[in-house]
């Protein structure tokens, strides 16, 4: 819901603010197989909501508007119901994300081992702020309360992979890292 | 009763009852946000703590939440103690500090639960000096305004709107601090009773944006208890009016609910709550007016209009009186049409004045049988007329052919809650308290089985129903006949076989549920039969009265049966005529059979628009055979222009009298204000023309005369009471003119009621002498008795430190118990007649190739007067023919098509508009259309498909 997120984040929301039953818009087939399996493990339709935004997720890196209708129809749910479970998720991305989306902690422990010294560097690395992505679209970054390795700390999660014991020299040599990676992929 | 303590004073409370509860029962005063009487516990706030000990030698106790934590026999607790204070007070402060300081420029100001629990909680200063985080508010349709920056995310509002009503359009979206109640998109909110979250709403999230449009804070609104008159269910509410500075003296300026506990409890529909505006429209008559003698030239008006000039009412009165001379003396015949949206008090005068044998229902022959069946059904013993809470009581619910929750939305409201109650039984069993509102609806399970037959798929019980079936009314009958023969099969099986054998054979889709619905009934402990006057054919009704006697003999009780009428005095204006009698078909032939030499005719015709009730050709067939129309009504309707004598009556909120709802309950309403101009209730002016010196000739014996002895409304009561005996307990519907308390009447405004003086200066800056009101025990002023704990009376709703609704516990026996002081509503008091079975007719059936057309209802655009109110009319769909996708596959229609229909004597073209809402061989028509009135007069019928014009002609003239 776009109302619910800062101001100066909310571009693309306000574009598609516009009638829920706009048509051009389906699931592919995969996605619905994907979705189809997970209903076995529930005990009815509309509990599949949650699993089904993260199968199209996965498949459409984030959840468009037009996406969010298609699900709801699927599942036979109003889109109200879908978007209150899709904003309820933080890692539900109801706004198109970079490729590597970089959820730093903030939490307590972290804050005591300086996450905010590390978010300056990344941020400056970067040149993003928190909920902005680089203009490339490789990075997102996103601040997140504990991710539960405060031992561990500062820590930040990318992706499915947690980057732990983080400092200056650590991130540079992952930011590296990833650019690489996404450059290489784009050149294949 | 458990005996607890509460700051070392002793209490018996309510066994099994939360502490919060228990509390305010008490008249103790502690702070709430999430907790509803309606809706019971989440502990979402934490602002009800208070401080429970172990037992009396704990000094330190422990903090507990009021709503979460059960009375325990023996218990201390404490509201007073300091750590409970300051936790209450900390909470209430960090609710705030998003709250905006907006409280001057807010609707809610002055009404708000939020103020007030701030108030209590003591935070009166703001130590936050950070950002507010804000939100962008959306469109939410014509009724409700939203601004979100106000929002303490209570979570009543989705608690309400989701849980309570069913919508699934309003939802928390978002989280932390960010949570957002709203729509996924701007669009009105579709539920039929979003008004409630204006009421729900502790703050100023929803407000009424019609109110908003001439806005006054609630202690200058002066109110009185009133009825809804916008459908039959006789929900009570509280208008409140004002003075308005734009010359249109005072004007209606809202409604809200007023808790009946056995009408609507805390709830109306939002036709109900935003249908008031009518009260205010241009359409408004002020003036007697009287048609211009001269030829009308060069006008757009249709044949026989008439253009009206204002008179002043003294002289259309002698007119008046004159005529009713005249008919005394046999030179001329008085016949009064009356009205179902309208008194008993006014169509009782009218009836008075013109004699029982000239006064007519203004209601068609088949209206009129349809209310005479309905009627009849209640009358037998073996029926029992459910209340709100008893319908929310049922466990086995069968709805036949009756759309509820567009007829009478507060019953489907209820339904809803009865859907509920395997998993409240669920529940106690495993000892869960009811009032834990999340934890009960958590529990798994099967709705309680709800069985809807219908023509057209009824609104808000799809998701609720086990089983909802869609089939011709013919088909729905024949099922109900088979399924009372099945019900009483095991007691009388020599019966059944008469009855099936002249049923029609039933849709297989209906024979598999039969077996399954018989089987639901026969084993339910509180089964509930539902339908009603909608689908406008009596079969329907006398097979769902069949169905409920079987129910009542098989389990030796009377059955719960709720029949809707359609219209808000509906069954009371039905008990003035016996069966046959009174329709306007009988009047038309009257009229058409008179010699040259009878004398002429001068028809009254009291706040009713007959357009509605019979075919224009009719209707104007009726005006032309009469010499003279006089109109009493509060609107400029189509009926107007056919009237040479107009005067203004009074509006529902602008006049007190006694309506009789769907269920025989007597119900008063209140005049709130005065209405502008010359306006009166239509009594008055009958009263007025016999007290005019005109009419002195008029004698004592006349029954006409009686009419001299009214000076007050409450005569007129008492009168009809004496005259009709189903009316015998009329006068304990309100005491008379007289009643007092302590000497002082009961005051219309606030303690705090502003600008008495200055409301009038821009024309006059003396004081100016009150309105006083010789029907009412009520004041025009703030003098008088202004609590609400006095009596039940009293509609404003305050107590000291409660200044919005929710004052309303301080006034209950206990929590949704009755209201303090209030006597149970008086009934019709009907002679029961044992029906033995009501053999339901079967019809001319349709032939072959035919459609059978019937009534579809609209909540907003099927009502007369509501559809006379912007923010409703705005939402009316226009007529059109409602058709099966199947079948209109088979006939080849196209979107956007034309249908052409024959019926006996009639043909009508209308827009298609096709669904699956609808069941195969059946057309839909939206009936009580301002577009289209007549409509459903000619419903229920067969009727063919002469043409189909699809947008692009391929066959021009295809003939079926």
Redesign the interface.
Known sequence: MSSTIAADTIEVMEQQDTDPRSAGRSLTAEEKRDIDREFSHYEDRDSVALEALRVVQKHRGWISDDTLYAIADYLAVSPTQLESIATCYQLIFRQPVGKEVIFLCKSSSCWIMGCEKLQRHLEEQLGIRPGQTTPDGIFTLLETPCLGDCDKAPVMMVGEEMHRHMSADKLDEFILEKKKHHADQSAD | MPTITIDGRQYEVEEGQNLLASCLSLGLNLPYFCWHPAMGSVGACRQCAIIEYKDSDDAQGKLVMGCMTQVRDGGIYSLDAEPAREFRGAVIEDLMTNHPHDCPVCEEGGECHLQDMTEMSGHTYRRFRGLKRT????YLGPFINHE?NRCIACYRCVRFYRDYAGG????????NN???F??????KLESGFSGNLVEVCPTGVFTDQTFSRHFVRKWDLQTAPSVCEHCGVGCNTAPGARMDFSGRDENLRRVVNLYNRDTNGYFICDRGRFGYEYANSDLRIKNVLIARREQVIESTGRRNDKLHREIEPPAALEHLATVITDSQRGRRRLVGIGSPRTSLENNFALRQLVGPGNFFAGLSARDLELLHTLDHIQRDPRISIPTIPEIEDADVILVLDEDIGRTAPRVALALRQAARNNQRDHARQLEIPLWQDACVRQL?GENNPIFVLASSAPASLEDIARAQRLASPAAIVSFAEQLAARISATDQPTTTDGVDSSSTPLPDALEHLLEEVAETLLSARRPLVISGCGSQEPDILAAAGQVAAALADRHGAPCATYLTCPETNSLGLAQFFGPGEGGLEQLLEELRQRDSVDPPVTLLLLENDLYRRLPAADVESLFDRAAEVVLFDSLLQPCSRRADLVFPASATPESQGTLVNSSGMLQRHYMVYEGSGYIQESWRWLVDAVNDPACSDVGMDSPAALLRQWKHCHDVTAAIAAAVSCFRDLPETGPDENFRIEGMKLARQSHRASGRTANRAHWQVAEQAPLTDPDSPFSFTMEGVQYAGATPLQANIWSPGWNSNQAIHKFQQGVGGPRRGREPIPRLRREPTAIPVLLAKQRAGQKPGQFCLVPTWQLFGSGELSNYSDAIAGLADGPCAQLNTADAGALGLEPGGRLQLRMSGAEITLPASVSDRIAPGVIGIPVGLRAAPDLGAMLPAAAEIVRIENPEPVEPGESL
Request: net charge neutral; with cysteine.
């Open positions: 939100h962008r508010n959306q979100m699934d359009d309003l939802e928390a979206l978002g989280r960010q949570v957002y709203g729509r996924q998109c701007d669009g798994r």
